[in-house]
């Protein structure tokens, strides 16, 4: 087991329990299994976030800003929710759980291609061909993950790939895939006594490579062994197990393939991770019958899934401390178009987030009656992960350096949302 | 490289120091050349059957592989061993040295194992350590492998778990 001293616990605070409670009178193990069971409590404290990735562009003018009335309006009626603002129709259970989250109306973005939406929003830059920028969980694994040290899982999951670069920050702050069953490539041993086997003979192996004082090369890739071996046998990796889930809970998310991945990001924040990316398995990107698929599959799943998420994270006292992001690349097209679809749009869309300590229940900024223009002040990609780099505590004067020296400020520099932050 | 280890210990860079080439400096390899290594280490690309476009095939998503686990960035070379655990995995239990390790006709381990120009267990070992690290094991290894395979009961098993060692050692991955 590891001992650990919790942030925001001095040593002094610490040492003064100890006396308090009289540590010397408590039996050893039982002294032991209540910092255990207070290491659970810290690691569920930890700030996190979950991206729930909407791939191909949602069309949340029939989701989010729904413009009844407006030849523009589709075929969903807005319903009203638990927080200020009305929402589509095929997300009740959502609803119920809008007085805990936002929406931010007013998103315009300017890249309505796949490739370069996608970038856009996972990093707050537009692509530039002189530089890979971090997408933003790289950027949290590396301020928050480095500080972890018992976290065994790497600090930026991606559950159902995707998940994008690391960029500059390099390949050790890249997505840990696994795909939507929690299985992880390459990470099964079928045999630990054969793994043991194996890694004592290259014990032997190396030893004199290591003790010929060549640097320190050696020595890290030494290291990087342990952590896989760590890995492959850590007690962390259950996280990935949803099985071990109860058939309530599974239920409680949709009992779907969606459902459960959420359930593993939810497993992975109570060990410490970090940054979670999940992506819903949907096709998003409805150029034809877009009411049909939403109403059908796409908005079902969704809505028991994330009002699942969300329902769960506050039961267990997580969501003041967990950021949930839901979008995709883009918006899709206000127009709807002859095959009954709506196109790529990034003038005017919605995202929706909350928990981490972002104010709930507001719908922010606001778009015309034809969802066409906003008539607010508009946000980018960089003012949303500004947001929540704010909730997670990391500092936005943060600014890291590219391979070839450029400074890049964290989020690109963008503001937090000030209705979001309070 | 030098053998005066104690006259090189004030040459080196990796901790700032100017470079005074007293002797190669050790350094990763790129994503390809270490590739291309466990492909000719292993013949693993022979191991099994298959038609040439097979193996061929089998070759390019192996590489597609490699370049995903190892970052393929055009802008920088890609070099092995940023630290990342995903290619730890691949190297300890990856297909590409899952292959290189299988007792199938046509594997390297099998052709040495099988050579009978190779007539005791110390000649083999040679093979596999010139085959993977481009060199001999010093007396104090083969010794030190020799009692540990012993170890081993199943034999077949301990020359698998020695080249899967050589082929994840550092010093294969390491250019020095």
């Given at each position: 087991?590891?001992?650990?001293?919790?942030?925001?616990?001095?040593?002094?605070?610490?040492?003064s329990?100890?006396?308090?409670?009289?540590?010397?009178?408590?039996?050893?193990?039982?002294?032991?299994?209540?910092?255990?069971?207070?290491?659970?409590?810290v690691?569920?404290?930890?700030?996190?976030?979950?991206l729930?990735w909407l791939?191909?562009?949602?069309p949340?003018?029939?989701?989010?800003?729904?413009?009844?009335?407006?030849?523009?309006?589709?075929?969903?009626?807005?319903?009203?929710?638990?927080?200020?603002?009305?929402?589509c129709?095929?997300?009740?259970?959502?609803?119920k759980v809008?007085?805990?989250?936002?929406?931010?109306?007013s998103m315009?973005?300017?890249?309505?291609?796949?490739?370069?939406?996608?970038?856009?929003?996972?990093?707050?830059?537009?692509p530039?061909?002189?530089?890979?920028?971090?997408?933003f969980?790289?950027?949290?694994?590396y301020?928050?993950?480095?500080?972890?040290?018992?976290l065994q899982?790497?600090?930026f999951?991606?559950?159902?790939?995707g998940g994008?670069?690391?960029?500059?920050?390099g390949?050790?702050?890249?997505?840990f895939?696994?795909?939507?069953?929690?299985?992880?490539?390459?990470?099964?041993?079928?045999?630990?006594?054969?793994?043991?086997?194996?890694?004592?003979?290259?014990?032997a192996?190396?030893?004199?490579?290591?003790?010929?004082?060549?640097g320190?090369?050696?020595?890290?890739?030494?290291?990087?062994?342990?952590k896989?071996?760590?890995?492959?046998t850590?007690?962390?990796?259950a996280?990935?197990?949803?099985?071990q889930?109860?058939?309530?809970?599974?239920?409680?998310y949709?009992?779907?393939?969606?459902?459960?991945?959420l359930?593993?990001?939810?497993?992975?924040?109570?060990?410490g991770?970090?940054?979670?990316?999940?992506?819903?398995?949907?096709?998003?990107?409805?150029?034809?019958?877009?009411?049909?698929?939403?109403?059908r599959?796409?908005?079902?799943?969704?809505?028991?899934?994330?009002?699942?998420?969300?329902?769960?994270?506050?039961?267990?006292?997580?969501?003041?401390?967990?950021?949930?992001?839901?979008?995709?690349?883009?918006g899709?097209?206000p127009?709807?178009?002859?095959?009954?679809?709506?196109?790529?749009?990034?003038?005017t869309?919605?995202?929706f987030i909350?928990?981490?300590?972002?104010?709930?229940g507001?719908?922010?900024?606001?778009t015309?009656?034809?969802?066409?223009?906003?008539?607010?002040?508009?946000?980018?990609?960089?003012?949303?992960?500004?947001?929540?780099?704010?909730?997670?505590?990391?500092?936005?004067?943060t600014?890291?350096?590219?391979?070839?020296?450029?400074?890049?400020?964290?989020?690109?520099?963008?503001?937090?949302?000030?209705?979001?932050?309070? | 490289?030098?053998?005066?280890?104690?006259?090189?210990?004030?040459?080196?860079p990796?901790?700032g120091e100017?470079?005074?080439?007293?002797?190669?400096?050790?350094?990763?390899?790129?994503?390809?050349?270490?590739?291309?290594?466990?492909i000719?280490?292993?013949?693993?690309?022979?191991?099994?059957q298959?038609?040439y476009?097979?193996?061929q095939?089998?070759?390019q998503?192996?590489?597609?592989?490699?370049?995903?686990i190892?970052?393929?960035?055009?802008?920088?070379?890609?070099?092995?061993?940023?630290?990342?655990?995903?290619?730890?995995?691949?190297?300890?239990?990856?297909?590409?040295?899952?292959?290189?390790i299988?007792?199938?006709?046509?594997g390297?381990?099998t052709?040495?194992?099988?050579?009978?120009?190779?007539?005791?267990?110390?000649?083999?070992?040679q093979?596999?350590?010139?085959?993977?690290?481009?060199?001999?094991?010093?007396?104090?290894?083969?010794?030190?492998i020799?009692?540990?395979?012993?170890?081993?009961?199943d034999?077949?098993?301990a020359w698998?778990?020695?080249?899967?060692?050589?082929?994840?050692?550092n010093?294969?991955?390491?250019?020095?």
């Open positions: 087991m590891s001992l650990l001293i919790p942030r925001g616990m001095s040593r002094r605070h610490f040492l329990h100890l006396s308090a409670g009289g540590a010397a009178t408590l039996g050893a193990t039982h002294f032991l299994s209540h910092l255990e069971a207070h290491a659970e409590e690691q569920k404290s930890q700030k996190a976030c979950i729930v791939g191909g562009g949602a949340t003018i029939d989701m989010w800003d729904l413009k009844p009335g407006s030849k523009n309006g589709g075929n969903f009626k807005p319903i009203s929710t638990a927080g200020d603002m009305q929402i129709e095929h997300l009740p259970e959502v609803a809008m007085g805990d989250m936002s929406i931010v109306r315009s973005t300017r890249e309505a291609d796949h490739n370069r939406g996608t970038y856009f929003m996972h990093t707050g830059y537009v530039n061909p002189t530089v890979v920028h971090p997408t969980g790289s950027v949290v694994s301020e928050l993950g480095t500080k972890r040290k018992e899982i790497p600090a999951v991606s559950v159902g790939g994008m670069d690391p960029g500059f920050l390949m050790a702050h890249a997505p895939v696994v795909d939507a069953n929690g299985r992880i490539q390459n990470a099964e041993s079928s045999d630990p006594n054969r793994l043991n086997q194996r890694l004592t003979m290259l014990e192996v190396e030893d004199s490579f290591i003790k010929s004082n060549r320190d090369v050696g020595k890290a890739h030494k290291e990087v062994y342990q896989a071996r760590d890995l492959m850590s007690d962390q990796m996280a990935f197990r949803v099985e889930e109860t058939p309530e809970m599974r239920k409680s949709g009992d779907t393939q969606f459902g459960n991945m359930i593993m990001a939810r497993r992975l924040v109570e060990k991770v970090p940054f979670i990316e999940v992506r819903n398995p949907n096709g998003w990107d409805l150029h034809n019958d877009v009411f049909d698929s939403l109403s599959t796409n908005l079902p799943n969704l809505d028991k899934g994330l009002a699942g998420l969300v329902n769960d994270l506050k039961a267990r006292g997580m969501l003041e401390n967990t950021v949930v992001v839901c979008m995709g690349e883009f899709r097209t127009r709807i178009n002859q095959n009954v679809g709506r196109d790529h749009w990034a003038q869309w919605s995202v909350g928990g981490g300590g972002l104010k709930g507001r719908a922010i900024g606001a015309d009656a034809d969802g066409l223009r906003i008539e607010s002040d508009a946000y980018l990609p960089s003012d949303l992960w500004a947001t929540v780099a704010s909730a997670l505590r990391i500092q936005l004067e600014v890291h350096t590219s391979k070839n020296g450029r400074p890049m400020k964290i989020a690109n520099g963008g503001t937090p949302i000030k209705d979001l932050i309070g | 490289m030098s053998e005066e280890v104690g006259v090189n210990e004030i040459d080196n990796a901790v100017t470079q005074l080439f007293s002797h190669m400096y050790v350094k990763t390899m790129t994503v390809e050349q270490l590739y291309d290594s466990l000719i280490a292993t013949n693993a690309d022979k191991a099994g298959g038609s476009e097979d193996v095939r089998q070759r998503q192996w590489l597609q592989e490699f370049l995903r190892f970052g393929g960035n055009d802008d920088d070379e890609p070099t092995l061993f940023s630290g990342t655990i995903p290619q730890a995995l691949m190297l300890m239990n990856g297909e590409l040295v899952q292959q290189a299988s007792v199938e006709q046509g390297f381990l052709s040495v194992l099988s050579n009978p120009k190779l007539k005791s267990d110390s000649a083999r070992l093979a596999l350590y010139i085959a993977s690290l481009g060199r001999y094991p010093t007396r104090s290894e083969l010794s030190k020799d009692r540990m395979m012993n170890h081993i009961p034999r077949l098993a698998q778990d020695l080249y899967w060692a050589l082929l994840n050692s010093e294969f991955v390491l250019n020095h």
